[in-house]
């Protein structure tokens, strides 16, 4: 099997599995116990959170664990304080379900909630006329995700956050994708909030955070016995929150020197050219786009970067809810769009909003890449895809010269 479906999900690295085990066997005691093991568990957990804060340049205090990025993104959405009067929340089209459907649920469910979704452009960066004009109604609340998921498009946050700001608003980024790949550092992006999500950047399922800078106050959704400052009420789950710690430090050494992911992209990239010379790969073009390099200061790059590791292809007259099926048959793991619409018939929100036809969006196909990905896999993996992909298409009636 050749798994290419890691904006989905990560393999848990060995470094966070090892530091787990004692947690769900002998080490078992709540971090809330008056006792010595109790006390340990805790400062378990103290460990774990300064990991997960050095990870993206923020204190400890500005980190309250979760169980998942779509937690985490309820968590700021659902209770961000409120005023009386009228709440505009802005955020885009392309956003995850975790923030597009709970930014409808509000709007749907409060009166007095109105939401504003702004439009991307054909490449997939948040329209910046529409945006501008959006923050001119002076909305409590911005949330634009860093990286698209399906895409691999990366937002200009510090630029939008900086807008955001100007306008009065709050404002809020799912760095879900960004922070496996990129060094996000928060204080240099200047947002208020921002979620990620544990299992995408090869830890526990079960695990996330959200930092919330300092300051920003937040109702929790969850109430009880007052847990992780008041934010997020239940016995903290230790051994994910100390698998999620040790993710982030091991992610945080790697990240500078570690291409493997991207050059394993680069190759399945070039690859499928070649062999599908008729497949769409959907990376935003324009002379000022280029791709994310990670041995340059972002504050020296152009503010329209894509990340590499996230490949979209789209192939004509295919669809990919029978190509899926042929590709796992063949030994590759690859999806449709974001995972968790997988299995969803609909077509992708973020390809249609891109203006990509519904024909094209529904033969496209997304191949995600981690640091566990080789090269020689990846050449592997095109020319499986390449075989798979022409022989469903022949099946099909459809023919390519
Ligand atoms: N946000 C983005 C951009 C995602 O890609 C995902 C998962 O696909 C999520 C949020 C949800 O993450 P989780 O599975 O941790 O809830």
Do not use: W
Not at 124 to 132: C, H, I, Q, R, S
Not at 260 to 271: H, K
Not at 386 to 397: A, D, F, S
Request: contains cysteine.
């Amino acid at each position: 099997m050749i798994y290419l479906d890691n904006a989905a999900t990560t393999r848990i690295c060995d470094e966070a599995l090892e530091e787990m085990m004692p947690f769900l066997k002998e080490k078992y005691a709540s971090p809330l116990g008056q006792y010595a093991p109790g006390f340990r568990a805790n400062a378990a957990l103290n460990t774990a959170r300064d990991r997960v804060a050095s990870l993206i340049g923020a204190d400890r205090s500005e980190i309250t664990f979760t169980s998942s990025a779509t937690e985490s993104n309820n968590l700021f959405l659902r209770g961000v304080k409120r005023n009386n009067a009228e709440t505009i929340i802005v955020t885009q089209t392309t956003e995850h379900a975790s923030v597009l459907s709970t930014c409808e649920a509000l709007a749907r469910e409060n009166a007095d909630i109105r939401l504003i979704k702004v439009p991307v452009d054909r490449d997939g960066f948040v329209d910046e006329a529409a945006y501008t004009e959006a923050l001119k109604v002076r909305p409590a609340v911005v949330s634009i995700m860093h990286v698209n998921n399906e895409t691999g498009v990366v937002n200009d946050i510090k630029k939008l956050c900086g807008l955001a700001h100007e306008a009065g608003a709050l404002f809020h980024t799912d760095a879900v994708q960004s922070v496996p790949h990129m060094r996000v550092d928060v204080r240099e992006l200047g947002v208020d909030a921002l979620s990620v999500s544990g299992h995408k950047l090869h830890g526990p399922k079960g695990s996330g955070f959200i930092y919330l800078k300092k300051g920003v106050m937040i109702r929790p959704i969850l109430t009880g016995g007052g847990q992780e400052n008041g934010l997020r009420s239940g016995t903290p789950d230790v051994a994910a929150c100390v698998g999620l710690g040790k993710a982030c430090e091991v992610l945080a050494d790697r990240l500078l020197p570690d291409e493997s992911a991207a050059l394993a992209a680069d190759r399945f990239t070039e690859v499928i050219k070649e062999v599908l010379p008729q497949a769409i790969v959907n990376r935003p073009t324009g002379s000022d786009v280029s791709f994310y390099d990670p041995d340059r200061d972002l504050r020296e790059q152009s503010s329209k970067l894509y990340l590499r590791e996230i490949v979209s292809v789209s192939i004509p007259g295919g669809d990919a809810l029978s190509l899926i099926p042929d590709l796992d048959m063949a030994g590759i793991c690859c999806s449709s769009g974001a995972a968790c619409s997988a299995g969803k018939k609909g077509v992708s929100h973020v390809l249609t909003a891109m203006g990509i036809g519904e024909k094209l969006a529904k033969g496209t196909l997304r191949f995600s890449f981690s640091r566990y990905n080789t090269e020689e896999e990846a050449t592997e993996a095109a020319v499986i895809v390449g075989r798979v992909v022409q022989k469903n298409l022949e099946n099909h009636g459809i023919l390519f010269k």
